[in-house]
């Protein structure tokens, strides 16, 4: 006969029991993997500088939202930490490093050089042979480019320009039209000659002024400067390039005079000077964005350019809101000629 277990060793093995039983405890559920990074590296430019950045960023943030990666901001508090700036961000392996704006090209390409296993992007620069590689070599985006690992956004900004002094020039009542803009680089000046460009297209002998300055934070220069310009008869401004454009269309509202903005819609993102907003010449950038986005997210985000012109609607003339009934039927007619005749010939909005 087996002898009876005593109390303790009893207890012993229930307690051995239990133990065996709390070990093996409830299934703990997997870690959610990390989400891939995407790294916005803007210019010295603010976050919310109510154009280029505010829009780029609101495309960027709402793809973002949508759960497909974690969106990561880094602005620039200099030009001298723009390439420091990017590198720094390689050794995260991020799926993709964008930087924003025209005096990103050259650091981001020398960066993109250095690293050709990870993916890069720009915003307002296109490398051609001989702008960004080789004269000898055919095409930038290749590895005998040495840019296979890039992807560049780029706008007409020439073209909404022009379609913006069609407006100015129809609208003026003085004949004298104005831009203020901020540095004098490709993106800016395209703006601004289109816009003058496309004063004179509808009125031979309209009068334009024009000042660039040295950054895009000079709200106050932005301001007086315009102030400048309408005390010479100037009844149309065209605000370009961040706070220093924001700083004219400040002057318009002063004045009561006409103001037109830049970038997107900045009767959405500006509503300070909405009642004098005839319109702004929108790149859309809210909407490249997305576009360039969701093409990494699904995995064919191609080397090469993206065009965004007024042929394939990636540029227009943002919607007139509080002046749609003010502005005549005649001069919309005349904003409808201009956009046929820019999509047949694109480069008249340079050559006028």
Request: charged share 20%.
């Amino acid at each position: 006969m087996s002898k009876p277990l005593s109390f303790s060793r009893c207890c012993v093995l229930v307690s051995l029991g239990w133990l065996m039983f709390c070990g093996q405890g409830e299934p703990s559920e997997p870690e959610t993997p990390a989400l891939p990074k995407v790294v916005l590296v803007l210019d010295t430019g603010m976050e919310d500088d109510r154009t280029f950045n505010a829009h780029g960023l609101k495309g960027a943030r709402a793809v973002a939202a949508e759960g497909g990666f974690e969106l990561i901001v880094s602005p620039s508090s200099s030009q001298v930490y723009y390439e420091r700036n990017i590198e720094a961000f390689v050794s995260q392996k991020p799926a993709l490093i964008l930087t924003m704006g025209f005096r990103m090209g050259d650091p981001t390409a020398r960066v993109a050089r250095r690293h050709p296993r990870q993916r890069f992007a720009v915003v307002d620069v296109a490398y051609l042979p001989g702008r960004g590689c080789a004269e000898t070599v055919a095409d930038c985006y290749t590895e005998e480019g040495g840019l296979a690992n890039m992807t560049s956004l780029v706008f007409a900004e020439d073209q909404v320009g022009f379609l913006a002094g069609v407006l100015a020039g129809c609208m003026s009542k003085t004949g004298v039209v104005a831009s203020v803009a901020g540095p004098e680089i490709q993106p800016v000046v395209d703006f601004a000659t289109g816009f003058a460009n496309g004063a004179r297209h509808v009125n031979p002998d309209v009068k334009t002024h024009q000042v660039y300055l040295p950054g895009f934070n000079e709200l106050e220069l932005g301001r007086a400067k315009a102030h400048e310009f309408i005390d010479k008869g100037a009844d149309v401004v065209f605000g370009i390039g961040g706070n220093s454009g924001n700083g004219a269309l400040l002057a318009c509202k002063e004045r009561g005079v006409m103001g037109v903005g830049v970038d997107g819609d900045q009767y959405e993102t500006f509503p300070e000077v909405r009642e004098i907003l005839l319109t702004s010449a929108s790149k859309k950038i809210d909407q490249a964005m997305v576009i360039l986005l969701r093409r990494l997210l699904a995995g064919n985000l191609a080397p090469g350019i993206i065009h965004a012109d007024l042929a394939n609607q990636g540029v227009g003339l943002a919607p007139f809101h509080e002046w749609e009934e003010r502005i005549p039927g005649a001069c919309k007619q005349r904003i409808q000629e201009a956009n046929d005749l820019l999509i047949q010939n694109p480069k008249r909005a340079l050559a006028e």
